[in-house]
């Protein structure tokens, strides 16, 4: 162990374990992210208790395993930065049982829906899976803008304001920009596993949701560098940064081009680039802070003063070298084995 403490600094572990944390948001909102989407468009583009059906069962084998990487984010968090697992559960305690509560309505929707034949029982899940699945998105966008606009933080990093400060406009613009980045992925997402009319009633509405979020990427984008100044500090003192907005826009803009190409495999990469790039931009805008405080900055939760010690940062990363992998190993096959366009069979939700 002690030679692996001379290789690795502790500023080196703490960076790490930031990098890490970032990766398993980011594959969370990748992979999470399309299946909030579904739920979103659920409503909208299934006509018939046939396609909705195929729309929930496109997601069926996979959810509950994507949802694992946010479960893992936060064992993570609590192990590598405990004072900010601390501040942020007791700032968004309230919002993190609605959390709970979406999850697990979306959850119950899936299994229950089809364990009574009758329309109204069917219509009664369908609107608890749309109503959870949209929260959701815009539950992970609002708090996404109140970290990155700060929140009022005081002494011994506790959070002296309230649910209703929370909702200003700024943490609602991106959580509308958030739940409508998730519905283009959900939509590019179903094209891709759906055929037939469903996939032409969502190839209909893949333009107008890009449309939408593109113009709000925009908005948001201004109101950001408007709003937070202190986000633009690190692109001004490192500039090759500059090459991660530059990326982003090129991915957005790349959407409607894999489209016409007739290439869905093609445009869901790219949405999940899309996704990965905003991450990134959240983590430079916000480093090395993870909570900034607007009452004093000496309140602030950083990454200096949220990390464990040197030796618990180690052991984890010797764990995370071995548990990663296996991670993403199993989500490679679950995926490879339920590649192909969504059939429905008796087994099916």
Known sequence: MNSLDEMFSYDTLTFIWFVLLGVLISGYAILDGFDLGVGILHPFVAKTDHQRRLVMNSIGPLWDGNEVWLVTFGGALFAAFPNAYGGVFSS??????????????RAVSLEFRSKVHSDRWRRVWDGIFFLSSLSLAMLLGIAAGNIMTGMQMGADYQYQ???????????????????????????????????????????????????????LYVTVSVATWWHCPHATYNFRHHPWLWIVPALNALAVLNIPRAMHLGRPGYAFFTSSAIILALATLFSVAIFPNLMLSTVDPEYSITLNNARSSQQ?????????????????????IVYWIFRGKVKLDPSSY
């Open 92 to 105: 968004f305690y309230t919002a993190f049982h609605l959390l709970l509560l979406f999850l697990i309505g």
């Open 161 to 215: 304001g309230s649910l209703l400060e929370q909702l200003h406009w700024y943490p609602l613009m991106v959580g509308v920009l958030t739940t409508c980045l998730f519905a283009l992925h959900g939509a590019v997402y179903l094209y891709l596993k759906t055929e037939g009319e469903l996939q032409e009633g969502v190839q209909r509405v893949i333009m107008p949701l890009f449309y939408v979020f593109a113009s």
């Open 312 to 332: 618990t940062l180690m052991t984890m990363l010797l764990i995370a070298t071995i548990g990663l992998p296996c991670v993403l190993s199993y989500t490679a």
